[in-house]
């Protein structure tokens, strides 16, 4: 039978321990980033998109094969700047950059089926900030 003492130490372990995983939960809860809700997003309209948008828009509904290999792969949205879905739920596609000897920073990135996305977010700064496709 433990003594008064060593009772003490193990209630003070246990109560310890227990603040130590309700601190822990509470701060993961406040760092987290929240689920991006799909309204929250500001839009821009399929006929504002710069040409070369507008083009991939269209080569998407149609099925077509694009040039650059990186196409059509999974976005990941680690960022999570975009609404919450899972792993393989979007994919992107690069905008061209006129004049850019790389692929540039403009993306459309599309959520759902590939010829027939849910929808479609535009970002021309590399995935910092994204706007919803209105067609």
Known sequence: MLGFHKFKYVISGIVLAASLTTMG?????????DSVA??????IALAELPPQGREVYALILQGATFPNEK???VFGNR???LPAHKRGYYREYTVRTPGARNRGAR???CG?????P???YYTEDHYASFRKVVP
């Not at 509470?26 to 987290?32: E, I, L, N, S």
Request: glycine share 6%.
């Open 25 to 33: 939960s509470a701060f993961a809860r406040k760092t987290a980033p």
């Open 38 to 43: 799909v309204d929250s997003l500001p839009s």
């Open 71 to 73: 196409d059509g792969s």
């Open 79 to 81: 960022e999570r700047q």
């Open 107 to 109: 993306r459309l990135i």
């Open 112 to 116: 759902g089926e590939p010829r027939v």
């Open 118 to 120: 849910d929808a479609c």
